[in-house]
């Protein structure tokens, strides 16, 4: 067994996730690179996107800048958003998303922290989140620092619809959470009510721990549990080659680790892209 | 046929109070040297629609200009959250409308195909619906269930930049489309700016990848290096470091008047020389 | 004054409609030349398509089958379907449409000769006719043989909205009738109630031979009308040098004279279509 | 991942009463090869789906095959009406279903969209609500207008043809490319025949071009001519020789089942051997 991070052992854990005929987006670094080794591995079938709205069948190089134009060195098939939205409808789309809030229900949220109208922090808004939430049957998200802010009792907005009343009504499974991976472990929401349950922790971790780290009671806690299965060699491989300047860790760094890393990152990386897609021409 | 207008000779066509809509999408191919234009212009009391927003948000936002401002998402991707953003968001007489991706796109759909509203199941279930009074809810007459109705959009003004142009108004996107053509379609007026102007015959023999029809534009302007400091696939990535530089200039009033000063009160020619000059640029940020 | 053909007189009389920055269909060999004549002369801002669905900025030649072979050897603009329905509810976009039938309010009809259900005669479908008369602020109108059987009292289907109460109601003004050029006469539905009335009559047709070959009285025919204007000589020869096979002639037409004239065109189209457009090459 | 199948095993996975949308327009890029392959598979109590219909309905009706056909058009263009299809609006127990053409194209993209309706103005004050019980009337929620409510239609299978194809299942069209995208994105199952099959690194290179993206296909078969009679720009042209010898053979019985002998019940490389064979076809027809 090679020695493996977390960041590794969450990719490998997100692309076991991935299976069939869909657009897989890859807009975040752990999304690309789970993508990528699912297509490898178990999924060959996956057409994996170079950024939400630009190319399909490439090879996704994670980087800061140059997703859209592996697009253009690696001839990928140029989409249209509306391409996008309607592979969504028609639930041909997979993405991991990755919220700030995400509540018991698996209700997301990364529109505002404290009341939307006058946010104590105002983030992005709710971008494609209310699409995918009402249209696809499997729903991931991943959080990479799971604690009582991020795995919350109840989000303070509902940018993605988790389970409950209003969605059975409303929208029935569709677009229902189906799998939430963190830092500390794998989590289904079919608990009572649709609530966050256990599948599996990563190895090493505790279920108080976890249940420390989250504000609400998790269901069925003194439960035994899986461990979190490590990823192989393959895995491993495919990921550290896809990324070699390492812009997955970014996502788990802060202050000046990551000021650092971003730029060393953001130096090289067009070197990187040329060195991995040697330019070919049109037709 | 000649549409071929410089920057300020499209601002001076914009009213106070106009709404815009803005192509792009966060930290590609956003239309900044005519957003830098119409920041110059003094126009205020303005209307912004996007559908994934980004500088160009967060600058006119900081500028004091906006009254008003319909998005999905307005952020930095990579950078994180778009500060002038934030604050206006947290702490200010700005009203925003949070819409979604799709129903952005729907809004301007609508507006195009001259229906008052398009129906769709996104938003259900969120607290989009509940914050937002534009929408309504319908019940479909086939078989009674319960949509959204997203109302059209209808802008006066759309700004876009792409790869290439004709002189006619044609134009080229290489990368990403975005929402860009139908920006062009649901306003009224529509600006465009362009790496390069070629030749009509020369322009269509890009194909498909002409995605900008002539029947929707008003003017054209050849502005080289036009979405900086967002990226324009195939040609240049974004400026991280100078939208670090950005970010950094928002932090305090003195700062930000002296990147005002600098980055946005000179013409577009001052701008690459502040940027350190074409040839600088081309080291820095060609693929 | 250079000699002309009826055939001439109507394209050039169609052409003086167009103006603007417009799609314009070239369904149509009269279609196609009316715009390219406008283009050439009074109009240079249009956008001349190939056929309706293919190609933008193209000087059409007309042809029987090679109508998006156009777009391809003069490097038109590719089009989508949507893209014309879009320039259709966005008013940028005209068309001469060619009915079956047409009435005293200017409805139109090439769906069906008798009841719908059980036609004396099906022709072809509504085809895009409706959403053209809901859209656009002028619609253009023409009819070969001007006879009792195609300008009628009352169409037997409306495949395209006349004027009428139901019209005013649910649409207004948008997508009325603008004109109608016949063999016989240019018309507008500017009379009682949006009924037909006389623009202008060909020259040497009399007043009486068209309320005799008209299906209901014409208002205001003891009236004095102008004459259609005869085609220029910069016309005629816009139209000759684009249309060197005649395939206008071939829609007035009939039996084995059209049979013959169909085959000869048939075969000689793709000869001529390659001296007019050597090929050049794509990027 | 290899998505290729002969027409034949194409056709034993449809059903007899299955609606079938089919692409092309006319006499432009209709799957011809693939409609007499479903001819022969003995199918019946189909209903077809087509915006502007021409050959490929009117072989299937002439056959006794079809229940119900929705349409906007069908006919054969220059060349004028479809003879059966005319008999058979005349007086037959088919059942007919005028629609038009956005309004196909906006039924197919509720589907795809999945919503139950999409509204619009087109068909207001025109006989085509009269006769078309599909379609209701509905008030939009903001200003109170009249529009058209036009239903999803949910083909359970398309068959497109398309100028190339990799082995799974993105398409090429470099002609127009009519409503074929609509029609693959709406239908359960999407058919695709093709004029040669591409390696996919070699298909990508087409760009924008390549408008049917294969998460939406099912199958591909390599069928050269494959929309002959009908034309496949920029290759060939449509083979009005040959129709004009069908609408020939349409006139009695007799004629209609030695044409039938020749030209459907017979596999795809007799087709061609009849029509005079490959090198004959692109002396007469190749542009």
């Known amino acids: ?74 001839r990928g098939i140029p989409l249209t958003m509306e391409e996008i939205f309607d592979a969504i409808f028609c639930d041909l789309f997979r993405i991991w998303i990755n919220p700030a809030q995400i509540d018991q229900f698996g209700n997301v949220n990364i529109s505002a922290i404290g009341p939307w109208q006058q946010p104590k922090v105002a983030l992005v808004g709710s971008r494609g989140i209310p699409e995918d939430t009402s249209h696809l049957s499997q729903i991931f998200y991943y959080v990479l620092h799971h604690n009582p802010r991020s795995v919350v009792s109840r989000v303070d907005f509902r940018s993605g619809a988790g389970n409950g009343p209003e969605r059975d009504q409303l929208l029935g499974r569709s677009g229902a959470p189906t799998l939430l ?81 971003f730029v060393a990152i953001y130096e090289r990386e067009r070197q990187a892209l040329h060195v991995a897609w040697p330019t070919r021409s049109r037709i | 046929m000649n549409k071929t207008l410089t920057a300020e000779a499209m601002m001076n066509q914009i009213p106070d109070g106009a709404s815009i809509t803005i192509g792009g999408s966060s930290l590609s191919r956003k239309p900044m040297a005519l957003v830098r234009a119409l920041a110059r212009s003094g126009r205020k009391n303005l209307t912004l629609i996007v559908n994934v927003g980004g500088p160009e948000v967060d600058l006119l936002l900081g500028l004091g200009v906006i009254t008003k401002v319909i998005y999905a998402f307005v952020g930095f991707e990579v950078m994180g959250l778009a500060p002038n953003f934030r604050r206006a968001r947290q702490n200010s007489n700005v009203t925003f409308e949070e819409w979604t991706e799709y129903t952005v796109m729907a809004g301007l759909d609508a507006a195009i195909k001259r229906v008052p509203f398009l129906p769709t199941r996104a938003g259900l279930s969120t607290d989009v619906l509940t914050v937002n009074p534009s929408f309504r809810t319908i019940t479909d007459p086939f078989g009674g269930e319960t949509l959204v109705a997203v109302p059209a959009i209808h802008p006066d003004f759309a700004l876009i930049h792409v790869n290439y142009a004709d002189e006619r108004g044609n134009g080229v996107i290489l990368g990403d489309g975005h929402i860009d053509v139908l920006c062009a379609k649901a306003a009224k007026t529509t600006f465009m700016s362009c790496e390069r102007i070629l030749h009509g015959d020369e322009l269509q023999r890009f194909g498909r990848d002409v995605q900008i029809m002539r029947i929707h534009t008003q003017g054209v302007a050849e502005l080289p290096w036009g979405a900086h400091p967002t990226g324009c696939a195939p040609e240049y990535r974004a400026d991280l470091r100078h939208m670090e530089e950005y970010m950094e200039a928002t932090g305090d009033l003195e700062r930000w008047h002296a990147y005002q000063d600098r980055m946005v009160w000179v013409d577009h020619e001052q701008y690459l020389d502040r940027m350190g000059g074409r040839e600088s640029m081309v080291s820095r940020l060609h693929v």
Chains 1, 3 share one sequence.
């Open chain 1, 1 to 74: 067994m090679m020695e493996y991070t977390l960041d590794e052992l969450m990719i490998a854990t997100m692309a076991h996730q991935f299976s069939g005929e869909v657009m897989v987006s890859s807009v975040t670094a752990f999304g690309a690179l789970a993508a990528l080794v699912a297509k490898k591995t178990h999924a060959p079938e996956l057409a994996v996107l170079a950024t939400p709205e630009s190319g399909m069948e490439v090879t996704p190089l994670p980087t800061l800048t140059l997703g859209q134009f592996l697009t253009d060195v690696q």
């Open chain 1, 181 to 261: 991976v963190t830092d500390l472990g794998v989590f289904t929401f079919s608990g009572p009510g649709g609530s966050m349950a256990i599948v599996s922790l990563h190895p090493g971790v505790a279920a108080e721990m976890v249940q420390e780290r989250t504000a609400f009671p998790i269901a069925g806690l003194t439960d035994s549990f899986a461990i979190t299965p490590e990823p192989t060699t393959e895995e491993l491989e495919i990921i550290r080659t896809a990324d070699p300047l390492e812009v997955r860790k970014l996502e788990l760094l802060s202050g000046d680790k990551a000021a650092e890393k």
